[in-house]
């Protein structure tokens, strides 16, 4: 069944121009890409996205990381895409990522890590909706 992902290639991604590669990846696995936008990421959007670490002491970190450079937001479409997202970008901490993995290859740790993706089919269309207007994804 066809599901939609967020993806969020965060600063490293963007500033160390692994977009192509990672972006190669993803439509070499079949996925579709139906929205995607450069941005600069606000306090509001962060706090929202982040809200379920929006009040630990490492939150601060992540906003000042997340704001460090413009992300590129996409919507990502495919059967089992969110399962088969995260398989293919390893755990969030890149040291323990395997090789072969986007983290593994290309992260850093556990905030520099490449790409964020949406974890559920509900928390899918929830950051979808959140970063993306309607107009803006594209069925082709």
Same mark, same amino acid.
């Given at each position: 069944?066809?599901?939609?992902?967020?993806?969020?290639?965060?600063?490293?991604?963007?500033?160390?121009?692994?977009?192509?590669?990672?972006?190669?990846?993803?439509?070499?696995?079949?996925?579709?890409?139906?929205? +995607?936008?450069?941005?600069?990421?606000?306090?509001?959007?962060?706090?929202?996205?982040?809200?379920?670490?929006?009040?630990?002491?490492?939150?601060?970190?992540?906003?000042?990381?997340?704001?460090?450079?413009? #992300?590129?937001?996409?919507?990502?479409? /495919?059967?089992?895409? +969110? /399962?088969?997202?995260? /398989?293919?970008?390893?755990?969030?901490?890149?040291?323990?990522?395997?090789?072969?993995?986007?983290?593994?290859?290309?992260?850093?740790?556990?905030?520099?890590?490449?790409?964020?993706?949406?974890?559920?089919?509900?928390? /899918?269309?929830?950051? #979808?909706?959140?970063?993306?207007?309607?107009?803006?994804?594209?069925?082709?």
């Amino acid at each position: 069944m066809a599901e939609r992902t967020l993806i969020l290639f965060k600063p490293d991604c963007v500033t160390k121009s692994h977009v192509g590669e990672v972006l190669a990846r993803y439509e070499a696995a079949g996925f579709a890409v139906r929205g +995607i936008k450069m941005m600069r990421l606000s306090d509001e959007i962060l706090e929202e996205h982040y809200s379920h670490v929006a009040d630990k002491p490492f939150f601060p970190n992540i906003a000042a990381f997340m704001q460090s450079a413009p #992300v590129i937001a996409m919507v990502l479409e /495919g059967d089992d895409v +969110i /399962g088969k997202v995260r /398989g293919m970008l390893g755990p969030t901490n890149s040291e323990e990522a395997e090789a072969g993995t986007i983290r593994g290859d290309l992260g850093e740790d556990m905030m520099i890590n490449v790409c964020h993706a949406s974890d559920s089919p509900e928390n /899918g269309e929830i950051e #979808v909706n959140r970063f993306f207007d309607e107009s803006e994804i594209f069925d082709y």
